[in-house]
């Protein structure tokens, strides 16, 4: 029998899922209003950060997921329509196997079960330049929050900032995923993909097309005929 295309592993990429992270607690961070612990934008020599809630609350993040999310079902249903075609094709051919020489049948077989593997190979590839694409727009979302980042550190007189998950008790004042989210979300938006992020310039009206001068008769030599 010939292999069959396997659909399972085009499901949709999550963007949450995104690089492998070692936490020192699988729990979420215990988070806790210290008595006299200052307040809001107080100056704090650290900061804790949700880097998972910070991109997928961003407008960046939600942009990416629901696009990964449009792909990978995409995806999923032409592995679905494939794997039915083949299944036809399949049948077809065991059909024909009665009818049929047994060197042309071994050639027919031998011929549908090349193309089942390699367009195995191409759905496997869509998936990983998918899951790739992912990657990359997460590293590009924390390259561009970085300066924003770094601003707010100076602010609060900030030295540090720790991953909020691997933070086993901490003050919940320290905490600033939601008021990044909220900057970053006013200064970088969506990312570059966003429409509305790079401004449309209307197209210049192609330059009609130059007219050939009419041909000039020769003057009559004198004397002529």
């Known amino acids: 029998a010939a292999p069959m295309l396997n659909a399972q592993g ?5 963007a949450d899922q995104l690089g492998e992270r070692s936490n020192v607690f699988s729990t979420a961070p215990i988070l806790v209003e210290a008595p006299g612990a200052p307040a809001g934008s107080a100056v704090l020599p650290v900061i804790t950060l949700d880097q998972d809630m910070l991109y997928l609350n961003s ?3 939600q942009r990416v ?6 792909q990978g079902r995409e995806i999923a249903a032409e592995n679905d329509r494939l794997e039915k ?3 036809d094709e399949e049948r077809e051919l065991t059909q024909l196997r009665a009818t049929l020489p047994p060197e042309e049948f071994r050639t027919r077989a031998d011929a549908f079960d090349t193309r089942v593997v390699e367009v195995r190979r191409e759905r496997a590839n869509a998936a990983r330049e998918l899951q790739n694409r992912a990657n990359e727009e997460r590293g590009a979302f924390f390259r561009a929050a970085l300066p924003v980042l ?4 100076r602010e609060r007189g900030a030295v540090a900032v720790l991953d909020r998950n691997s ?6 004042s320290i905490d600033v995923t939601e008021a990044l989210i909220q ?4 200064s970088i938006g969506a990312g570059p993909a966003d429409p509305a992020a790079t401004p449309q310039v ?3 009206p192609a330059p009609a097309p130059e007219e050939p001068e009419p041909a000039t008769a020769p003057a009559p030599e004198p004397g002529g005929n």
């Open 59 to 61: 407008k960046w993040g």
């Open 202 to 204: 209307p197209a210049l």
């Open 183 to 186: 900057r970053l979300d006013a």
């Open 10 to 14: 085009a499901a949709p990429a999550r």
């Open 85 to 87: 075609q083949f299944a």
């Open 167 to 172: 933070v086993f008790v901490a003050a919940e």
């Open 65 to 70: 997921q629901a696009d990964l999310e449009r």
């Open 150 to 153: 770094a601003a707010m550190m």
